[in-house]
Every structure is written in structure tokens, then in C-alpha cells.
């Protein structure tokens, strides 16, 4: 079930990670990524991913 943005949320209108463990979901906006002023990433395509990790 998704996560609905409350008033407390810092940011309210970014989207929540929506992907399930093991799977990958197209992320609803452009991804945009500058290094020293110039452009290094520029995507529509962008892919939410959720990875399990051991942890001790």
C-alpha cells in the first residue's frame, strides 16, 4: 500500500520509495545530476531499486 505525504513530511511533494524487496520501479520524475556546474546525469528513466543487506 503506498505512503500518502502528511504536513509533518519535510518534504511533501517527493515521492516515497515505492519498490518492494528484490524488485526495481520506474521513479515518477527526471533525475539530474551536476559536477562542478556541468551536467554529469540526465534521465526520465531512473529506477527506484530495494536491496536486501545482511546486517549484524
Known sequence: ???IATVE????DYPKAIAM???TE???RRI???LAG???LDT???RYASLVTATR
Not at 513530511?9 to 511533501?12: A, C, H, L, M, Y
Request: hydrophobic content about 45%.
Open 1 to 3: 500500500m503506498p505512503v
Open 9 to 12: 513530511d519535510p518534504v511533501s
Open 21 to 23: 524487496v528484490d524488485r
Open 26 to 28: 520506474a521513479v515518477p
Open 32 to 34: 539530474r545530476a551536476f
Open 38 to 40: 556541468e551536467p554529469v
Open 44 to 46: 526520465t528513466r531512473a
